[in-house]
């Protein structure tokens, strides 16, 4: 059963996680005006659905879900955490400020345990398995995972030594002093805490996780880090979005649990949920149809996410990610899209649309391209 900020046990694997859901999105609307940017769909399951995923293979059974004004939703579509094999315990956060203070909000409810802490915009579908065998292994006061970025000065920077200790920390550098990126997953003894209440706000007025790894570094603990060798993204924008949905269809299998009727062919893997039908369609895969969709003499190109009760009639979509309940019709070539839920496009023939971003309910007519010949 979940919580509203509550206190839950000791979880089996001597670890709890807090999962971060309470940010705002703003590079993802118009989506996230309706939606938490948590939940929009890569491969058929919300974001944050893939995050607790991660967490529960480490042996993780308490996890807290920070949330902000999007409580409803994520309760909605997450639940008490017990389809993916864990107990969520929701801790409400009046604001966003800083993910330091979402640690400090979950004081209570973490104890002095050891924890995880993963951001629920970002997906490490390689697994994080390893961050935490080190982290148990080597008992630093924070463990970190890093990644090399082409653009330092949009990532806090850790400076390793040889041994992998972290030296220093750099929030946002300008000039860039290096390339290793600290991305969203962050292993923490209770030493933490004293670093969490010590600091103060930054200068955009919140509490920095990198200053409290600083501060642990400045009273003489140790803070160590490993290089993530697997796929990261932060799901931020859209075009992030895009190519996790991508990443995560390059490991689908093919399974066909609803209609499929004879006048259609399947490509590659493709998974047909049930209650979904294909009707003198192609599809070529990696592609999903999500339950209840209807696809008719239409085209779904791969690397597309149909999501739930969703109606193609006449289209073409490649590359793309549909919301549940949106409708494409007469739209022959829609590529590198995100059509919100039950948003509707209507077009007409021989056009092409690239990066088409259409928000929940909205209703586009496409004036399109004309294509040669």
Known sequence: MSEI?????RGESGMKALVLSGGSGTRLRPFSHSMPKQ??????????AHALGAVARLGVTDVGVVIGGWEREIAEAIGDGSRFGVRVTYLRQERPDGLASCVALARPFLGDDDFVVYLGDNVLPDGIDGLAAEFRARRPAAHIAVQKVEDPRAFGIAELASDGSVVRL???????CGDLAVIGVYFF????????????????????????????LDQGARVTASEYAGYWKDTGRPEDVLACNRRLLGDLCREVRGDVDAASTLSGPVLVEPGARVVRSRIDGPAIIGAGAVVKDSHVGPHTSVGRDCLLNAAGVADSVLLDGATIAAVPDLRGCIVGRSATVTGGARRVHHRLMVGDHASVELPGVELPG
């Open 5 to 9: 900020g509550g206190i839950t046990s």
């Open 39 to 48: 939940l929009i769909p890569v491969a058929g399951e919300p974001v944050l």
């Open 170 to 176: 750099v929030e946002k550098p300008e000039p860039p």
């Open 189 to 216: 003894t209770a030493a933490v805490h004293a670093a969490v209440a010590a600091i103060r706000p930054s200068a955009r007025g919140e509490l920095e996780i990198t200053d409290a790894l600083q501060w642990l």
